[in-house]
């Protein structure tokens, strides 16, 4: 069974460009959450999809915006980016049947904005 | 809205002792409730998670928690500590509410091991 996988490993972007990251959910799981984990902190909820349909969003502006495909992987697309956006972006996934809300993680791509 | 605190950013233990990691939460409804270890330059592994029932959860490597709803709590422990858990642990609360499944996250807890 494969996990959940996410690429690149590591990126580093100029203030103000736009960047792409990639998720493929572990086999079976429809359900795609996306989390940034700033250094020192817990990661905090950006959003989830759902069957191709954002399912939910956590307090971030609309210039963080996600994909979710018919093979149920994912992208999460920052634009004008700001040096705060520097942080270690994670990509969990779940089966829609699970209802109690354990998500399965990938190894996360470390945004570096300077 | 639900919250997790976590006390203390950094435990630093002795190899062979008690590993005793607190968490506590807020939450307006019954909670979903788990422990993630992260190591360096690594995504999030689940430990062990509460969700109906025994209220005393077995994890991997040896860990386990005790959902105490009356202190609103879900303290992490393992008996003997092994090198290998130096590592970063995360409480989570889930919300299972109509706007998606989201985690909502503590500060972590930096775990060192002694020789």
């Known amino acids: 069974e494969t996990g959940v996988t996410q690429s690149p490993t590591h990126l580093i972007k100029t203030r103000g460009q736009q960047v792409t990251l990639r998720c493929s959910s572990q086999s079976g799981h429809n359900t795609v959450s996306w989390y940034q984990q700033a250094l020192g902190q817990g990661p905090q909820f950006i959003f989830q999809?759902?069957?191709?349909?954002?399912?939910g969003r956590g307090n971030f502006p609309p210039r963080f915006s996600g994909l979710q495909f018919p093979n149920y992987s994912s992208e999460l697309n920052v634009n004008a980016l700001e040096l705060d956006d520097s942080a270690l972006y994670l990509c969990?996934?779940?089966?829609?049947?699970?209802?109690?809300?354990?998500?399965?993680f990938g190894p996360g791509t470390r945004l570096t904005v300077t | 809205a639900q919250s997790v605190t976590q006390l203390g950013s950094h435990v630093s233990v002795s190899e062979g002792a008690l590993v005793l990691l607190r968490c506590n939460y807020s939450s307006s409804v019954p909670p979903y409730l788990f422990w993630y270890v992260q190591y360096p330059n690594q995504g999030l592994q689940l430990l062990l998670k509460y969700t109906t029932g025994a209220t005393l959860v077995k994890g991997i490597n040896g860990f386990e928690a005790e959902f105490k709803k009356s202190e609103t709590s879900f303290h992490l422990t393992k008996p003997s500590a092994h090198m290998s858990d130096a590592a970063e642990y995360f409480c989570?609360?889930?919300?299972?509410?109509?706007?998606?499944?989201?985690?909502?996250f503590g500060g972590g807890t930096r775990v060192l091991v002694k020789p």
């Open positions: 969990a996934s779940s089966p829609g049947t699970a209802r109690t809300g354990e998500q399965y």
């Open positions: 989570a609360v889930s919300d299972l509410g109509a706007a998606g499944n989201k985690l909502t």
């Open positions: 999809y759902y069957r191709e349909e954002e399912n």
